[in-house]
């Protein structure tokens, strides 16, 4: 058995029992009441029914939602050390600073400092917390009570992201997420189509059999459908890679690139948190999330180097590497959205590539699109979620390399430029719409944390910009 989702941070808000704590500024912390991110503990000093924390966030210039993320998510992971279990956060200057915009920061650094990872030893500890954001003018409580329950749902979908990319391959197989991706459809609210392969092969999709007939598992294409504003004249496009165990195929990976297969996931399972969020804040916009699922590994059907295969698209593929597989999945989704559904922009998110680790490191995700506004909504998005991005260039002399001797493209095209590259393969699946690509291999998965809201494994990654993208209330 697995757990999804573990409920077992409580968050509560209220203008007590806090009132007559004294306002503490940002200068009283910097002058070494705690530094970035070391909390203070109070005690019973101020209250007597909650410890007390202060958490120093820095100077307040420098005050960004990925800061109030990670020095909230250090202070919890300080006091999870020191085994206390329930606290108050006192927040009422960043609140009437801010506005209600930084409890999104504040309850994912919360959530997301005291996350641990789903184990499968035989026993485990499974502390419950209680945290209590105190402090808040009286006028302000019910809105910071509203934002903390959307803002909890938020964390908690980027947590279901982290549990579904850390399953190990053997539980999380196509037909495995797929009846997870069905579970939460029923219970938020969105409708969720499985595609099987007798008809995903009458769609035409033969670039996603292709790959799927590596493995031992099923393929399947998820279909998600939420429609948050019936009225509204966009719906989008979000394409997620899914595939759960990259072995690379017969291009083999080497045995130290191996350990990170499970996570190949990690585009489909962001794509699943979206939605869940989505639907459970009711946000307005309509967005179909698809994720095409299925191994890349070695079997007799497996396809090899040099091969040609078809595409949804009509367009032929010359198989120059079997480890680049992700591209041909999200190919087939990228067209099955255009043709088969009403979308009027697409966004893809995968781990597509090594060279975006390269690039980037593990902080920085890449994106490539054809549309300058679409892009700019998004990086502007990624900025309120706290998360950073960078937009790598498509060029025409880039497009050529991609040009195949015997077939319409081919699926690698140098030793150099592989993000870009990637991208470019992908634009060729797309028919005059606004199309944003996500790389995010380097992201979505961390040895160990490079942000203090993280832990080591998956990341969640991207779950805050796509959401913080369709949701614009400020409420
Ligand atoms: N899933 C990998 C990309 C990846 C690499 C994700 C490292 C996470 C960490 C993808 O399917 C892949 O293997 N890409 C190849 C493409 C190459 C053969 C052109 C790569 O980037 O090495
Ligand atoms: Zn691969
Ligand atoms: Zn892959």
Known sequence: MYTILKQNIHIDCGAGPLRETPRLSFEYLEEGMANHG?????????????????????????????????????????????????????????????????????????????YAPVSYKQTQEEPAYQVFLCGIAPAMVQRVKQRTTYAKNLAESIILTRNLVNMPANYLT????????????????????????????????????????????????IIMRYTGDPLGKTTTALVGKGITCDTGGYCLKPSQSMLGIKGDMAGGATVLGVMRVLAKNQVKSNVI?????????????????????????????????????????????????QKKEKVDRVIDIATLTGSIVSALGFSTAGILSNDKGFAQDFLEAGKTGGEQYLQLPIYDEYRKLLESDIADIKNVGASYLGTITAGIFLENFIQDI?????????????????????????????????YHLFDSRNV
């Open 174 to 221: 196509p037909t495995t997420f797929a009846d997870i991706a069905k579970d939460i459809g029923q219970q938020e609210g969105f409708q969720v189509e499985v595609l099987e392969e007798t008809e995903i092969e009458t769609l035409g999709m033969s670039a996603l059999l292709t790959v799927g007939s590596s493995g031992s598992k099923r393929t399947r294409l």
């Open 434 to 466: 606004p199309w944003i690509h996500v790389d995010i291999a380097g992201t979505a998965w961390v040895d160990s944390p490079v942000f203090e809201y993280q832990a080591k494994g998956a990341t969640g990654s991207s779950v805050t910009t796509l």
């Open 38 to 114: 070391e909390y203070l503990h109070l005690s019973k000093q101020f209250c007597d029914d909650y410890e007390t924390i202060v958490i120093g966030l820095g100077q307040q210039s420098q005050l960004s939602s990925q800061r109030v993320k990670a020095c909230v998510a250090k202070g919890m992971k300080a006091i999870a050390y020191d085994k206390i279990t329930t606290c108050g956060i006192h927040i009422t200057h960043l609140v009437e600073e801010y506005g209600l915009s930084i409890v999104d920061a504040l309850v994912e650094g919360i959530m997301l400092g005291l």
């Open 289 to 337: 999330g698809v994720i095409p699922t299925c191994e890349n590994r070695l079997s007799r059907e497996s396809y090899v180097p040099g091969d040609v295969i078809g595409s949804m698209s009509g367009k032929t593929i010359e198989i120059i590497n079997t480890d680049a597989e992700g591209r041909l999945i999200l190919a087939d989704s990228l067209t099955y959205v």
